[in-house]
T-cell receptor, first 113, second 112 residues
Framework: GESVGLHLPTLSVQEGDNSIINCAYS??????FIWYKQESGKGPQFIID?????DKRQGQRVTVLLNKTVKHLSLQIAATQPGDSAVYFC????????????FGKGTRLSVIA | DGGITQSPKYLFRKEGQNVTLSCEQN?????MYWYRQDPGQGLRLIYY???????QKGDIAEGYSVSREKKESFPLTVTSAQKNPTAFYLC???????????FGQGTRLTVV
């Protein structure tokens, strides 16, 4: 999951298992959330997003869960593959406010073959 | 192909020199952003632009400057005033202010 500090938290999972990456967001007014995947040496890529009027959204092999009560977001990856190894960032946004996306610190996912 | 292009991918400069990083998008996006990423860390916002001819400071703007004279282009200048310029720089754009951002592939700047 997310943490403050200089070093990224790391999640190691066996190939084929499910992965759950957690994110605690800071602004209770945030109403739009995005998960990004960043491979080494590349820019972040959009994975999935969710708005605050939903608590779950599914994509291909990924599911995002939103718990507004505790300001928590999670990304579930089914049947994790070696190609899923990357750093995952959550981002939050208050769409009515005058501030850009705020990114979390990131979690490194390592898939063990 | 539509996308956001950063150039160059790697850049080396001597300490005390200004350097400009290029960012171009052909997605017709209104908003553009510059982020800095240090090893093992998240993204920190340097500058952002909601619309052409307008830009705002982000969290770590000191030592950087930008311009937004064209919708497609948002160059970032790293000045000699930036105390620790070696980093990975990411440019992004979004269709409207505060919608999903698309990222370029980044420029790795090394100052020696």
């Amino acid at each position: 999951g997310e943490s403050v500090g200089l070093h990224l938290p790391t999640l190691s999972v066996q190939e084929g298992d499910n992965s759950i990456i957690n994110c605690a967001y800071s602004n209770s007014a945030s109403d739009y959330f995005i998960w990004y995947k960043q491979e080494s040496g590349k820019g972040p890529q959009f994975i999935i997003d969710i708005r605050s009027n939903m608590d779950k959204r599914q994509g291909q092999r990924v599911t995002v869960l939103l718990n507004k009560t505790v300001k928590h977001l999670s990304l579930q990856i089914a049947a994790t593959q070696p190609g899923d190894s990357a750093v995952y960032f959550c981002a939050e946004n208050w769409t009515s406010g005058n501030t850009p996306l705020v990114f979390g610190k990131g979690t490194r996912l390592s898939v063990i073959a | 192909d539509g996308g956001i292009t950063q150039s160059p991918k790697y850049l080396f400069r001597k300490e005390g020199q200004n350097v400009t990083l290029s960012c171009e998008q052909n997605l017709n996006h209104d908003a553009m952003y510059w982020y800095r990423q240090d090893p093992g860390q998240g993204l920190r916002l340097i500058y952002y632009s909601q619309i052409v001819n307008d830009f705002q400071k982000g969290d770590i703007a000191e030592g950087y400057s930008v311009s937004r004279e064209k919708k497609e282009s948002f160059p970032l200048t790293v000045t000699s005033a930036q105390k620790n310029p070696t980093a990975f720089y990411l440019c992004a754009s979004s269709r409207r202010w505060n919608t999903e951002a698309f990222f370029g592939q980044g420029t790795r700047l090394t100052v020696v």
